[in-house]
């Protein structure tokens, strides 16, 4: 990495020095057989100003892409949404005529004047003796600094300047589509990941040094975050992180209020830290990354390696050795091998599941040799009384009267087996909610579906109520939970305006109709940020964002 940025520092200093053809290059960490596609998304910035969009985009690329190259972590900067400039030629068709100049010819002279030549290799032979075939190029004239009037069209032996034969107009092309904040024009500018960064650390380099950059920027422009994959990142991993300290508390406090041991519940916290302690150190030694599909491994692994602990740490407090451990080593070991079958999955699948199996084996694993070597010595240095039983006839009582009670249930669900199995059935769902609504074809069955299952009557009536009663649990997780904790989506309240051209209309027209709308809106303080979006007459719209103390009153 410190390569990169010297690296980065000497291309930075010798930019200027490049011919203007030259774009600000591109440094990538990746090796060579990386695919192109592994960069994620990590910031997008909108930049606006007053000024054109073409102006915006050339001073992104000039000023903001190669500072935020240069930060760790990040693999590309690109910017969208910028409009780029044409030059037309008009030429005199009268004038050309009557000097007999067609308008070919002045197409092929300007292409000449900017092409380069292969005139071919020059063999070369240094006083090291190392031989070698120079390549020999006629380059032409730079074409980003196009000045007409230094060009020349040869014609009958006479010379013309291009500016004498055409006339020259510069504009920007038309554009495709729209994107405004706020009634300003808009590039989008992506700052793109490298497969292995911390995005979180990386996302907040990137924002300070926007924010340094902010207080540089011309008069009028603005640049704001549009969105930011830290912000989701950091709320799973402090929401995982609270689970894994939820789980050993509460935990702990189990093994504290079945033990009423303040050493019980120390040898037991002692044994947990030293699980924890010895898997980071397999971790670093295979190169698990620590993330939020890890740390939940090490969420779930958390109760096993417990269990471990106790049963133990049990048996030798109670005098029976470590005889118990065999029946601990089968137990892990069938737990690890479910795992196994992460490893057979599809590769994008592995790409999110392996580190998470992993954790939980090494952790589970770690926990076999915790109970086996570490639980004796520290019990050793901290043994344990064993319990003795007290008020055996009370506690007799006790366990006769569960187990008459445990009977009783077991003859009652024996009894009414068929009822129990039917509600768990129902409990947990039948896919009837998944069935469609019509079913192509001419064949018997498909008549049959369509004039039952596929019937008006049966998919207004009768449809919603058997969805319900039928589809359970199941039908509650499929429609409703989300698969993703990661969701791209901001819950936040907005108002999306949407609108529809009549036909024949054009992009520009469908433009001033939202540029109206722009102007209505400017002028409300509790509206934080409206975005228009235009790609064609029928489909453009503005999306409303409020204010945070504005987002839940009703006027």
Known sequence: MPVRFE???????????????????????????????????????????????????DYANEYLIPRLSEIRGVDAVNVYGSNTRRIDLVYNKKLLKNIGLPVGSIISQIREYYDHTNLGRVYEQSSTGNEAFVPVTL?????????????????????????????????ESEPQSYYRINGLNTVNIVVQSAPAANQIVAADLVKDKVNQLRDQLPPGYTINVSYDSSVQLKEELNRIILRILSSVAILLLFVLLVSRSGRYLLVISFSILANILIAFIFYYLLGIEIHMYSLAGITISLGILIDNTIVMADHLRNGNGN????AILAATLTTMGALVAVFFLDEDLQLRLIDFAWVIMINLGVSLLVSLFFIPALLNKLPLRKRHTRFTLRRTRRKIILTRFYGKT????????????????????????????YMEGEAWYSKWYNNTLGSQFYIEDIKPVTDVVLGGTLRLFTEDVKHSALSNSSLRTSINISATMNDGSTLEQTNKVFEKLENFLAQFDEIEQFETRIYSPSDAKTIIFFKPKYEFQNS
């Open 410 to 437: 077991i003859v009652l669900m024996a009894r009414f087996r068929r009822t129990l199995l039917l509600l768990a059935i129902l409990g947990f769902g039948l896919p009837i909610y998944m069935l469609p609504n």
């Open 7 to 57: 690296v980065s520092t000497l291309i930075r200093q010798a930019y200027p020095s490049l011919p203007k053809t030259v774009s600000y290059p591109e440094i990538r960490i990746n090796r060579p057989d990386d695919e192109e596609g592994n960069a994620e998304t990590l910031i997008t910035f909108t930049l606006s100003g007053p000024d054109s969009n073409s102006g915006i985009g």
């Open 139 to 171: 380059s032409g004239r730079d074409v980003s600094g196009f000045k007409p009037g230094e060009i020349l069209i040869r014609h009958n032996s006479r010379l013309f300047r291009l500016t004498e034969l055409v006339k020259i107009r510069e504009h």
């Open 323 to 326: 005889s118990v451990f065999r």
